[in-house]
């Protein structure tokens, strides 16, 4: 089981009769998933067969294309926002490291823009990409959001100067829906090649999409061994009763921990290079959950760094909150601490222990602590930094969200939140009609 559900913490916040009396209420979300939604074109819920309903052809597409890029660019710069970015990113960094474009590797630096409106920002990627060979991948569903057209085009006049417009058709990758919008006009008019993000899935559950899959695949990573643990994980986060399914008992304990007044959800990493996945998480349970002036509010903390500024919070602050601890059993590429005869800073006392063991110690520590001062601690573990155990979890995530959502009542797969500041925006800046 890649992820290990530990309610051992919940005892005092949440009774034994608790998770029988929200049975009804998981299956009746169930239900609504895996039958009613079928028929309901509104439903998006392409993605729940995704793992097991891939395109065979598209995915065969996407490694020649990683391939190519591979081949002739030592820079990729992907373009998106949301969902058209992070599942994407939160995979390349969890597998290969937040430092993934500083280390000795024999694929492209990668880099993401379009996620932002910043001058700045862009022009330091310019100039990294200034005497490199450089290949593009956009990526908007929609073809139609501002942030990444904006950087599309900046990109694109880069990659046109320095290439020559032919050429640079050849670097250009574009992933989008398969009808409409700007993007995807753009692609047919210069006949950029094109993936194809299915109608019935949105952006924020897509990273198993080409939306994710392109960079990840660039990145180097073995998309099927990702797309393999995706499978497991459809296959297993199927049956209706919590006590058999730890991802609805996931879902069920947010539910229950809500319904007594926790309304934030911490989700907590003790590996640097899980930072983006707590913001893929962040979007997937804001942009879905939070309507109708209900919902959890999903943040994160890195840990240990952030018990350093928001320890003191946790300890003693406001009990509206609970946390969702995410470890990993065996983080890899240890280090042993060194053994000084002197012993100054008197830290002989752990010679010989690895740095892993004594982040499990904070990470022990922390969960105590934080338990004994009334906080809720939900642990999910997963036992290392594999593309399996990383495509069950985004699945296990992804169907807890889900099933939160209907529990709460909510459409998981809108945003209509997101239109208000878009329209301002464009109104300020003079969009014509
Ligand atoms: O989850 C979502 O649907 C959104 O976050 C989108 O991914 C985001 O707004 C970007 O949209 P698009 O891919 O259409 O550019």
Not at 85 to 90: D, N
Not at 226 to 246: F, P, R, T, V, W
Not at 256 to 280: A, D, V
Not at 374 to 382: F, Q, R, V
Request: net charge negative; charged share 25%.
């Amino acid at each position: 089981m890649p992820v290990k559900l530990d309610t051992s913490y919940l005892n005092k916040f949440i009774k034994q009769h608790e998770y029988s009396q929200i049975q009804p209420l998981v299956k009746m979300a169930h239900d609504i998933l895996q039958y009613k939604s079928e028929n309901d074109r509104t439903a998006f819920t392409g993605w729940v067969d995704l793992p097991h309903n891939q395109d065979k052809k598209e995915l065969e597409k996407i490694k020649s294309a990683a391939q190519k890029i591979q081949e002739n660019s030592q820079v990729l710069i992907v373009i998106g926002i949301g969902g058209s970015y992070l599942g994407a990113r939160a995979i390349i960094e969890f597998l290969k490291s937040n430092n993934y474009n500083l280390l000795p590797k024999d694929t492209p630096d990668i880099f993401f823009v379009g996620n932002n409106l910043s001058a700045s920002y862009m022009q330091e990627i310019l100039k990294i990409c200034e005497n490199k060979n450089v290949s593009i991948n956009v990526i908007s569903k929609s073809g139609t959001t501002a942030e990444p057209a904006v950087a599309f085009r900046i990109f694109r006049e880069f990659l046109e100067n320095k290439y020559g417009k032919a050429n640079a058709r050849d670097r250009i990758y574009c992933t989008t829906n398969i009808r409409s919008g700007e993007l995807k006009e753009l692609a047919d008019k210069n006949g950029y090649e094109t993936f194809i993000i299915p109608d019935n899935i949105s952006g924020r559950f897509s990273a198993f999409t080409p939306a994710g899959l392109l960079p990840i695949a660039v990145a180097g990573v073995d998309i099927d061994r990702l797309l393999y643990g995706a499978k497991s994980a459809q296959d297993a986060l199927m049956h209706e009763d919590i006590n058999k399914n730890d991802c609805y008992k996931y879902a069920a304990i947010r539910r229950l921990l809500y319904n007594k007044g926790k309304e934030i959800e911490i989700l907590e990493t003790y590996e640097p290079r899980m930072h983006m996945f707590s913001e893929w998480f962040k979007q997937l349970f804001g942009e879905s959950e939070a309507k109708d002036g209900k919902g959890i509010f999903p943040t994160s903390l890195d840990f240990t760094t952030d018990l350093h500024s928001m320890g003191q919070l946790l300890q003693s602050g406001k009990k509206n909150l609970f946390e969702t601890v995410l470890l990993v059993k065996d983080p890899g590429n240890d280090i042993r601490i060194p053994y000084f005869p002197e012993d100054t800073d008197k830290l002989n006392y752990l010679h010989d222990k690895t740095v892993s063991f004594v982040n499990s110690q904070a990470a022990l520590g922390t969960i105590l602590a934080h338990t004994d001062g009334d906080i809720p601690n939900i642990i999910l573990e997963i036992s290392h930094f594999a593309a399996e155990e990383i495509g069950y979890l985004i699945y296990f995530f992804e169907k807890a969200c889900a099933i939160s959502c209907y529990m709460l009542g909510v459409n998981p797969f809108d945003q209509p939140g997101v239109e208000f500041y878009k329209k301002n925006m464009l109104n300020l800046l003079g969009k014509p009609k």
